[in-house]
Each structure stands twice: as C-alpha cells, then as structure tokens.
C-alpha cells in the first residue's frame, strides 16, 4: 500500500543577529499558526493560514510546500499539485526539500491515477534524495500499478481481437456458402391450359364410365323373371 504519510517540514523563523523586515514577521506567524493547524489535523484553517503568508510573500517556499500538504490531506490533488511544482521552482539549492516536493508531487500524481506521471516525480525525488527509502517504496509500488494497467490493457486487446477474427470468420463463412437459387418462375398460360384440359378430359371419362354403369343397373334391374 501506498505510504501516504506526508513529508512535513515545519519551518521557523530562528532568532537572528539583525532586525527581520516586518512582512517576514508576519509571515512566520501565518505559517507557524498554519503549521499547528496541520499538526492538529484542522487542514481546512491550516489551508487559509499558509494562503495568508502567500498573500505576504507568494515565493514563500514554506507557504506553498505546506498549503500543498493542507490541499492533499482534504483530497485536492490537482490543487495540491500546483503548489508542490510552485514550490520545486523556489528551491533549487535544497536537495532535501526539493526531494520532499517531488516525492509529495508523485503522491498527488498517484492519487490522480496518473501512474506514469508519478513515477516520474519520484524518480525526481531519488535523483535529489537517493537515500530517501519512503520514496524508493512509492515509486516500486506506482510501478507495479503500471505492470498491472499494462497487463489488464493487453488482455483487452487480445479479447478484441480475438472478436474482430470471429467475426471476420463469420463474414468469410457467409461469403463462402452457395447463392439462395432462384425461384422457379410461374407456368405459362398454355402449359396451365394443357394441364387444365387434361383435368376435365379425365372428369368426363370418369362422368361417362358411371353413366354406363348406371344404366347397366338399371336394364338389370328392369328385367322379368
């Protein structure tokens, strides 16, 4: 199973020999509160916390690494996904964090069933961070993910053309069994009037034999003894 647990850095502003400007003050208390909302799994308030320290420095590393987090804990990976890419371009010269922005965009990419994209993203993520074995886990199981989409699709493309072969068959086996023979036309009208004739020929011989036979009885029965 995927591990989704997120990588979190909370970040604080770190007491300093010099006076910090006061946007940056500010900004440390939106992402100290947003960071305590988070912790305490109220990701909808740490969501507008991290979007008030954007509003004051939207190239805040911090600001879109985390609001990115608070978006994938309430399942909006594409949301999610946007702040992650914002913050990969912020931070170059930190291999962890960039790591840790890749590996959270290949969860996003994954929850998105975007398997290869993903895939991607956490191979970015161990060329940043080799020894990160969180994401080496994700990225054999996005991995097998694909195997088994890539299976399930050329199963259907053998079913199909299996299908398309019996059905070709079919076609050929039609195209193989002899023409329907024409229907023998009607009898001419002489041919009708033969048989006709013939017909009434036979019932006036059959009319005059009984005619005979009747009268054979009668002179028969006509006779005195």
């Known amino acids: ?32 509160s947003g960071n305590k909302m988070y912790k305490a799994g109220k990701y909808t308030d740490a ?12 190239k805040s590393f911090e600001a879109n690494y985390n609001l990115g987090n608070a978006l994938f804990k309430q399942g909006k990976y594409a949301e999610a996904l946007e702040q992650y ?10 291999k962890e964090k ?4 890749f590996h959270n965009a290949g969860n996003a990419l994954l929850s998105e069933k975007k398997i290869e994209e993903s895939i991607n993203a956490y191979k970015m993520a161990l060329k940043a961070n080799p020894r990160d074995n969180e994401t080496r886990y994700n990225l ?40 329907p ?4 036309s009607d009898m001419s009208k002489e041919n009708a ?25 009668r002179k ?3 006779k005195d003894w």
């Open 1 to 32: 199973m995927l591990k989704s647990r997120m990588k979190n850095f909370v970040f604080f502003i770190l007491t300093a020999f010099f006076i910090l400007p006061l946007h940056a003050q500010v900004e440390s208390s939106d992402v100290r």
């Open 47 to 58: 969501e507008v916390d991290y979007r008030k320290g954007l509003q004051k420095n939207p």
């Open 85 to 94: 890419k914002t913050s990969m371009a912020l931070q170059t010269g930190n």
């Open 98 to 101: 960039l790591a840790a922005a």
């Open 140 to 179: 054999a199981y996005a991995q097998s993910l694909l195997q088994k989409q890539q299976q399930n699709q050329d199963k259907n493309k053998d079913k199909e053309k299996q299908e398309q072969e019996k059905e070709q068959e079919k076609k050929e086996e039609q195209q193989n069994q002899p023409p």
């Open 181 to 184: 023979q024409p229907k023998q």
């Open 193 to 217: 009037q033969q048989i006709l004739d013939a017909l009434m020929q036979d019932e006036k011989n059959t009319l005059e034999k009984a005619k005979k036979q009747n009268i054979r009885s």
């Open 220 to 222: 028969s029965a006509d």
